[in-house]
Structures are given as structure tokens and as C-alpha cells.
């Protein structure tokens, strides 16, 4: 199983996606607003693929980006109803994000029966909370003090996107 859009292939991740992925989760621009420290080894990202590849196998609702044969990214939902997204910083700022979760939104409310998809985001990361709200999303509430990092705490805004009628 696997989606198309116009520039993108969505598909479950496989084991040799390793060092794409790793490429992003090691980045610090990447991982800015991220719920973890960038990754230090191809280890700690192969512990995040594994995991991948076994959700996968029960139902695909969290994709890897693929853009001309590399993976660039991931998107999709990654626990309950909420929903994320990374992308390696070469390619922000590009509407690949949203081309992908265009594709992905309409997925997971087909597989699934949840009554509205979730979204945490930094106030600070501007790109990923507008791109929630041109998706749809609207906020819902904020939280300080979220997420603590690398001796620096986060703050967290909370979006919705209800299941269409």
C-alpha cells in the first residue's frame, strides 16, 4: 500500500531507509522542534524504524516521504489521533509537507474511526502551525512547558482537524 501525489511516493518505511532517515532525525535544524534530541548514532534512528516497520505491518498510518528514489521525510499519525511531520531541512518551505498530508489525511480518516485528527506543535515553529491550519487544523488551546530537551523547555499549541461529515 502506498499513496501518490504529484511529486511524492507516501509508502510504508523499509530497513533500508536507515540512512535517509538518519539524516534527518541527526540534524539539529530538523530537529529544533522535534519531541527528542537529534539522533546521535544510526542506532538510536534504527530503534525509530523498527518501530516503523512494525506498526506498518498492522495498519500504514505513518508514512516516509519519498521524493526522486530518497526518503526526505515522514508524515502520517503516530499515536491515537494526533499526527506529525518531519522533513530534512533541503527541502522546507517547498509545500511538500502539505502535498503529503493532503494525501494522508483523507487515508487516515478512510482506515480509521477516529473522530478528529490531533496536532502538537511548538508556537515557535510558524512553518508547521501554518501548515496545520492550511490543512484545516484550528487550535485548539496552548500549554508552557511541554517538552524538556537539551536543558530547554518548550512550549506546546494544540490543533484539531474533525472527521468530514
Known sequence: MM???NRLILRAAKANDLMDLHAIFRSPEAMK???TAPHDSPAHTQENLTGMIESAAERLVYFVIEMNGRVIGTAGMH?????GFILHP???????VTEA???IIPHLFAVTDVERLTADAD???EASVNCLKKLGFTETHRE????FINGVWSDS????LPRPA
Do not use: C
Open 123 to 125: 508556537p515557535l515553529n
Open 3 to 5: 499513496l501518490e501525489t
Open 101 to 103: 498530508m493532503s494525501a
Open 90 to 96: 533541503d527541502h522546507w518551505r517547498q509545500g511538500i
Open 144 to 147: 508552557k512547558n511541554t517538552f
Open 157 to 160: 499549541v494544540y490543533l484539531s
Open 33 to 35: 522542534y522535534w519531541s
Open 79 to 83: 499515536k491515537d489521533d494526533e499526527v
